[in-house]
């Protein structure tokens, strides 16, 4: 039987079309929400995850091209084993050995959040690597410097194409793929995570400090995030030298003098220092921290009536706490330093 020659050219057509749409699109990835657990807050509809978005954002997360002198990359200042933050100092270090103005916040389960940075300053996470980037006590570069140096990169340029499709470098990519990395940084397997599945116990003292901490930290670090989009004063009172007066800077409201954002507790066994300023170097005197308030009419409800934790209260406080560490999350080789 003869084919008729427009039916070869109709093939050739959708061989074509296929050969576009494979090279156009990438491998799909979905973030799973574990049951119970509230929906995403972030819009994947403007940002679709893939796995060729994720692996180009893990590269420019670990890479200090970002930097004006190429010494210094997001990892530097967010590292995995400490839940995606730094504990070898106070506060953030940028190039040159410039010191920055607060303690680095943890980088985790980031699809939750509406806010980011201590002040909640930026509310989208595709725009909140231009801080850093651009800022003089960090990166101190531009993001035109920053494409224009990816766009002379053969390993960019081959990594861009399989993303987007093709080697066009723009800022809008470079920050669409580190979202995907970064709203990729999902823990959920801790202690904690595996009692609630009932797949494992708290010890008897896990048990009281739980009961602790529903009684007096659950309000604002609320589960199973452990964290809330709140932005509350702690007590603390201002540093002399750093002067910072928290969200009244982005607001310019006297209510939000000395608020900062409520952090996540998840993987807080390693997220020290604490604090905006990483003031403190322990969980204990975090605890003894807040142990000390109370009858302030500064401090929010919350915190207005004390605590009164005895010396075992604490310790069990703390041991609860450290279940909420997620070792799977900490040494998992995805989200680490890629191989070339």
């Not at 969980?283 to 401090?299: A, F, R, T």
Request: with cysteine.
């Amino acid at each position: 039987m003869r084919i008729h020659w427009k039916y070869y050219s109709i093939l050739g057509f959708l061989i074509l079309i296929c050969l576009a749409f494979s090279k156009q699109f990438s491998t799909p990835l979905y973030l799973e929400v574990p049951k119970g657990w509230p929906k995403p807050i972030y819009d994947f509809t403007k940002n679709p995850l893939s796995e060729e978005g994720f692996q180009l954002g893990r590269h420019l997360f670990y890479d200090p091209i970002l930097s004006r002198d190429n010494t210094i990359s997001c990892s530097s200042c967010h590292l995995q084993q400490t839940g995606f933050t730094h504990v070898d100092h106070d506060l953030s270090h940028g190039i040159e050995g410039r010191i920055g103005t607060r303690n680095s916040l943890a980088l985790i389960n980031l699809a939750w959040n509406k806010n980011f940075h201590w002040d909640g300053g930026v509310n989208s996470l595709e725009v909140q690597p231009i801080n850093p980037i651009e800022s003089p006590f960090e990166m101190d570069e531009k993001l035109e410097n920053v494409v224009a140096k990816l766009q002379r990169s053969d390993k960019y340029r081959n990594l861009f194409a399989k993303a987007f499709g093709d080697e066009k470098i723009t800022s809008q990519r470079i920050l669409k793929a580190l979202a995907q990395f970064t709203v990729s940084l999902k823990s959920t397997n801790s202690k904690y995570d595996k009692v609630m599945r009932k797949e494992t116990v708290f010890s008897e003292q896990e048990q009281k400090g739980y009961v602790l901490f529903k009684n007096n930290c659950a309000s604002c670090h609320i589960e199973p995030l452990f964290s809330s989009d709140k932005f509350e004063r702690n007590g603390l009172a201002i540093d002399e030298t750093l002067n910072d007066e928290g969200r009244i800077k982005i607001t310019h409201r006297e209510e939000d003098y000395l608020r900062f954002k409520v952090p996540t507790l998840r993987n807080i066994q390693f997220t020290f220092p604490y604090m905006h300023d990483g003031r403190f170097k322990t969980l204990s005197e975090v605890i003894k921290h807040y142990n000390s308030l109370g009858h302030d009419k500064n401090l929010p409800k919350e915190l207005a009536k004390p605590m009164n934790l005895s010396d075992n209260d604490r310790v069990d406080l703390v041991l609860f706490l450290k279940t909420l560490t997620d070792n799977e999350f900490l040494f998992d080789k995805r989200y680490s330093f890629p191989k070339e």
